[in-house]
């Protein structure tokens, strides 16, 4: 009888079991969420009041869809989606590789009933909720600083969530191929921070030529923005078809990726 | 009626590359039964292991357990009636011994409250009952295999898979160890051990397998594999002029002679006139014991040193 490994390509095979490896990520992170919600908050907070106050009081206002906003504000609607993509790619890199190949924590999970398409999609869902934790803490001192006030923020936290998704995935595609810890500093320096800088975080991307524009406006980072940003503007943002499912694609697309890879490397 | 076995493992084949890890591997488990799995480091038992767990897939032949459920289908159903210990520690080190069990029970279904009863049995099965709240970075390494083993136990299984479950004891640790294992032998589980202690293999073990590049090259009972592969008696001799005695006519008092670095072996029928001729020559230090299953492996595996060894 030939029972060859099937195609790691195949359809992912998921089942209630996920929810107990998520359980583990929460409780362990129980234990020490105060001094991690501190240190996932403060920086994009220090950026934010630096840049925002301090580069505001020289930029003064900036045009979006041909409105005039404070740069306070626009920088606030950008960076809250960096923050979103950051805090979901350092779980899901560094922290899902301690657990994946130092402390082979998702070895012994898997010598129970509970299948790798599982413990992947746990991973995935644990990166994104942490993610979603640390943007509703940061999304609470913006609104306790007065930022914005606009109900459609919770249209955002929606979208903050999505975000979440989407980053995991494609740091979980990095994580089935990192041999070492050394990997990840390439995804950082030539992924996330050219990303960062060309998704209308800090400036709009108007700004840039038309060629890099035209390659800005696929970026996972870029759609976020453009989506999250109108809402912080108490306003639907124009064109939302668009970018809601160039997000939902990347998602798919980013967590069958992550899961063929990490059943390749497992399968080894 | 003998019955049926826990696990059965027909014509297994595994490749990597150019490599054929497993090669025509065939083996069962009976219930109550601890089969043992020996071989040189690299021979195919941690393949096997895995392919018995589903988490890699054989290139050919097929995994039978539990009454008809095949490996990797029913991969699930399988695993929910096994326990493992894995060669290398997976315990979560962020939390308690007790923590841990907790945890790992959820990943078979059990909630925190249905198993809660369970924790302090286990932890005292595991001679762990004063280490409940310590993380297993505070344990010795004893208790680290002792914590692994009760994770073993939280779903009762009918068959326990454990990949060298002693390397790295100390005496101490490897005799409770080997108690444990003993207890729940009695208790009616049945166990594969792989290991590379043989006095572990020839205590616990009723049957072993013995395997080398991928291939069984003997199976049976631990006495009866030394009785058919082995002459009763060993005289290791070293020490000036020893190597010379290889060629020597004292050659005809042993059925196979051995030289090994400095040392010659004598695998004898006749030790009492063996060793009557080795007491004329002065200056040799002289062994005398029975032969064991360590002898029968390095007869079946060979003396020289493996690449990963």
């Keep these: ?268 | 009626m003998p019955s049926a076995p826990l696990l059965q493992a027909r014509h297994l084949f595994k490749r990597y590359g150019d490599t054929t890890v497993v090669d025509d591997l065939s083996f069962e488990i009976a219930p109550g039964e601890c089969l043992g799995v020996i071989g040189p480091n690299g021979a195919g038992k941690t393949t096997t292991i895995r392919m018995c767990l589903g988490l890699t897939a054989p290139d050919a032949g097929e995994i039978v357990a539990m009454d008809g459920l095949a490996m990797p289908r029913d991969a699930r159903a399988i695993k929910a009636q096994l326990g493992v210990v894995s060669q290398f520690d997976s315990l979560d080190p962020d939390f308690s011994c007790a923590e841990n069990l907790v945890v790992y029970a959820r990943y078979f279904g059990f909630s925190r409250r249905a198993f809660a009863p369970k924790v302090p049995q286990l932890l005292d099965f595991a001679a762990l009952s004063h280490k409940a709240d310590a993380k297993p970075g505070e344990l010795s390494g004893g208790m680290r295999r002792r914590l692994s083993l009760a994770r073993a136990l939280v779903n009762d299984p009918k068959l326990l898979l454990l990949d060298e479950p002693t390397t790295g004891l100390d005496p101490q640790a490897r005799h409770l160890m080997w108690e444990r294992l003993q207890t729940l032998l009695q208790q009616g589980k049945s166990i594969l051990l792989t290991t590379h202690f043989m006095d572990e293999a020839e205590r616990l073990c009723s049957r072993l397998l013995v395997i080398d590049h991928g291939r069984k090259i003997a199976e049976g009972r631990p006495r009866e594999l030394i009785a058919e592969h082995l002459e009763p008696d060993v005289v290791e001799v070293y020490g000036n002029g020893a190597l010379a005695l290889a060629a020597s006519p004292l050659r005809q008092f042993a059925a196979r002679v051995e030289v090994s670095g400095e040392t010659v072996f004598f695998y004898t029928q006749d030790a009492r006139r063996l060793l009557d001729a080795l007491a004329a020559h002065g200056g040799l230090r002289i062994f005398h014991r029975p032969a064991n299953l360590e002898d029968l492996f390095l007869k079946l595996t060979g003396r020289q040193i493996r690449e990963d060894g």
């Design chain 1, 1 to 268: 009888m030939k029972t060859a490994d099937p195609s790691p390509w195949r359809p992912p095979a998921i089942t209630a079991r996920w929810w107990p490896v998520f359980l583990r990520n929460l409780l362990v992170w129980r234990k020490l969420a105060l001094p991690s919600l501190i240190g996932n908050i403060a920086e994009p907070l220090i950026w934010l009041v630096a840049f925002g106050y301090g580069m505001g009081a020289l930029v003064g206002q900036v045009q979006v869809d041909g409105r005039a906003v404070p740069y306070i504000l626009f920088l606030a609607s950008g960076s809250i989606c960096m923050s979103a993509m950051n805090a979901a790619s350092f779980e899901a890199l560094y922290s899902a590789f301690s657990r994946m190949h130092v402390q082979k924590t998702w070895d012994g999970i898997m010598n129970a009933p509970v299948g790798l398409d599982d413990v992947v999609f746990a991973e995935m869902a644990w990166a994104a909720f942490k993610s979603l934790f640390t943007v509703t803490a940061i999304l609470l001192v913006m609104l306790g600083l007065g930022i914005s006030h606009s109900p459609k923020l919770l249209a955002a936290w929606f979208i903050l969530a999505g975000c979440g998704i989407v980053f995991s995935s494609i740091a979980l595609i990095f994580n089935a191929l990192a041999k070492s810890y050394d990997f990840f500093t390439y995804y950082f320096t030539l992924f996330m921070t050219p990303m960062m800088f060309l998704s209308g975080v800090f400036f709009p991307l108007e700004q840039l030529p038309d060629a890099v524009q035209a390659v800005a406006r696929w970026l996972p980072l870029a759609n976020a923005v453009a989506l999250v940003r109108p809402l912080f503007m108490d306003q639907w943002p124009a064109a939302w078809l668009q970018p809601a499912l160039t997000l939902a694609a990347y998602a798919v697309a980013a967590f069958w990726a992550a899961l063929a890879l990490t059943r390749r490397r497992f399968a080894a």
